[in-house]
């Protein structure tokens, strides 16, 4: 069955920290993808990046970046030098290609508090 | 380039009632999914359109019910409408299963 966990309910840092938000997936497929977004107290889920199963490769961009493990199931982002801004819910999500529908399966979310 | 829009943005009702919710897809997007996302819960998949059918469909009742139109836009339509309905209601638009762009949801409170 697919899964998505994020055993981190809520963070609380300090701006300037670094911060690592965990995500651990289940999946049988050998093809999917893998996303995270951000929601802002406004409500809309914006786009952070999406990853599929075949590119292990970290990625970074600016403050943000991501480390892809598939012999932990694990996708987990990390933000540099954390700012007041990025306080927000952040939600990882797969979709498996056999679905082929890119229906998004999103695990419970994580609460971000940057204070200053 | 506009992104995905809903309408409204917010809406009571109550019990009992029925609500239509809509939605337009990002330019050049041809799919679109529904989302309710419960308060302090992740978005949860309702049923998707593509080619102005259901494609698929999570697990809800048949109480909630959608239509896409030629141009790609979609409703949501909810009967009966319980207070468990209450959540923010998410459409989230996409081509070719390329990744979901969402909307900035209609938030649903039934009394």
């Known amino acids: 069955a697919q899964k998505v966990t994020q055993a981190q309910t809520e963070i609380s840092v300090v701006e300037k920290e670094d911060v690592t938000l965990d995500c651990v997936y289940e999946?049988?497929?050998?093809?999917?993808?893998l996303f995270w977004y951000k929601q802002p107290p406004s409500g809309e889920l914006v786009f952070l990046i999406r990853?599929?199963?075949?590119?292990?490769q970290n990625e970074i961009s600016g403050r943000y970046s991501w480390n892809f493990q598939k012999s932990t199931s694990s996708f987990n982002f990390t933000i540099t030098a954390s700012q007041v801004v990025d306080s927000a819910v952040y939600f990882c999500?797969?979709?498996?290609?056999?679905?082929?529908?890119?229906?998004?399966?999103f695990g419970q979310g994580t609460t971000l508090q940057v204070k200053p | 380039d506009a992104g995905v829009t809903q309408s409204p943005t917010h809406l009571i009702k109550t019990r009992g009632q029925q609500v239509t919710l809509r939605c337009s897809p990002k330019s050049g997007h041809d799919t679109v999914s529904w989302y309710q996302q419960a308060l302090g819960q992740g978005p949860q998949f309702i049923f998707q359109?593509?080619?102005?059918?259901?494609?698929q469909r999570g697990n809800f009742p048949d109480r909630f019910s959608g239509h896409q139109f030629p141009n790609y836009s979609s409703e949501l339509n909810v009967n009966a409408l319980l207070l468990g309905d209450s959540a923010l209601y998410l459409c989230?638009?996409?081509?070719?299963?390329?990744?979901?762009?969402f909307g900035p949801g209609t938030r649903l409170t039934v009394l």
């Open positions: 990853r599929n199963s075949f590119d292990e």
């Open positions: 359109y593509y080619e102005e059918e259901e494609r």
């Open positions: 999500a797969l979709s498996e290609d056999s679905s082929n529908t890119g229906k998004l399966i």
């Open positions: 989230a638009s996409s081509y070719l299963a390329g990744g979901e762009f």
């Open positions: 999946t049988r497929d050998t093809t999917y993808y």
